[in-house]
């Protein structure tokens, strides 16, 4: 049984371009949560998704940032017109329900603005 | 709103030593608790998750305890080694359909 998958592992992207990262959660989970560590910061929530439905994105940015989680196929982070400031470490969890067992966390996604 | 808070930032022990990590969280009305290590460049592993009917949690040489009406948690370590050596994050989830909150961690170092 796969853990959470992410890809791609590192992003290099220039100002202006727009990043797409991907998770694929656990077999058998279907709530999946983003969130984005900065260099010497914590982990901030961003986003919590089912299929197909965003549930609470209270700590997306309001510009540039989306997310989806369609009926099939991985769940999708994009930052549109990337800044300096976007580079960071990007995570993404699973859960089975809404989170009496815990998350699973996949190995992020490390984007770089140049 | 929640706010979670590790104490110390950093600690360096010698190998063979026992040791305890502090987290402290504001709203003692919490629904789970999770203690996560993390390698440097790497993801995030789960060590122990605590309900907030459960007073501990105990995995191999980690225990984990949970004091909610003190908003506080704690990580022991027992003889530790030096592949101990990482961070280590606490996260507060304060009902079922809010998401985990996370400390800043403490960054252990276990010297041989």
């Known amino acids: 049984n796969a853990g959470v998958m992410q890809n791609p592992r590192h992003l290099v992207r220039r100002r202006g371009q727009e990043a797409r990262l991907r998770c694929s959660p656990m077999k058998g989970h279907s709530h999946v949560y983003w969130y984005r560590q900065l260099p010497e910061e914590g982990l901030k929530f961003m986003v919590y998704l089912q299929k197909e439905n965003i549930i609470d994105e209270s700590g997306m940015p309001k510009e540039r940032f989306s997310a989806e989680f369609p009926k099939e196929g991985p769940s999708i982070l994009r930052i549109q017109q990337v800044v300096r400031g976007d580079s960071a470490a990007y995570f993404c969890a699973s859960s089975p329900t809404r989170g009496y067992y815990g998350y699973t966390f996949g190995s992020g996604t490390r984007l770089t603005v140049v | 709103k929640q706010e979670v808070t590790q104490i110390p930032a950093a600690l360096s022990v010698p190998e063979g030593e026992n040791l305890v990590l502090n987290c402290s969280f504001t709203?003692?009305?919490?629904?789970?608790l999770q203690w996560f290590r993390q390698d440097p460049g790497k993801g995030l592993t789960s060590l122990l998750l605590?309900?907030?009917?459960?007073r501990e949690q105990t995995s191999g040489r980690l225990n984990a305890s949970l004091d909610k009406s003190s908003g506080r948690s704690t990580l022991y370590i027992a003889a530790s080694q030096p592949g101990d050596s990482a961070t280590y994050l606490c996260a507060v989830r304060s009902s079922g359909n809010t998401p985990l909150v996370f400390g800043k961690g403490t960054r252990l170092s276990v010297i041989a």
């Open positions: 709203d003692s009305a919490i629904y789970n």
């Open positions: 605590i309900q907030s009917s459960q």
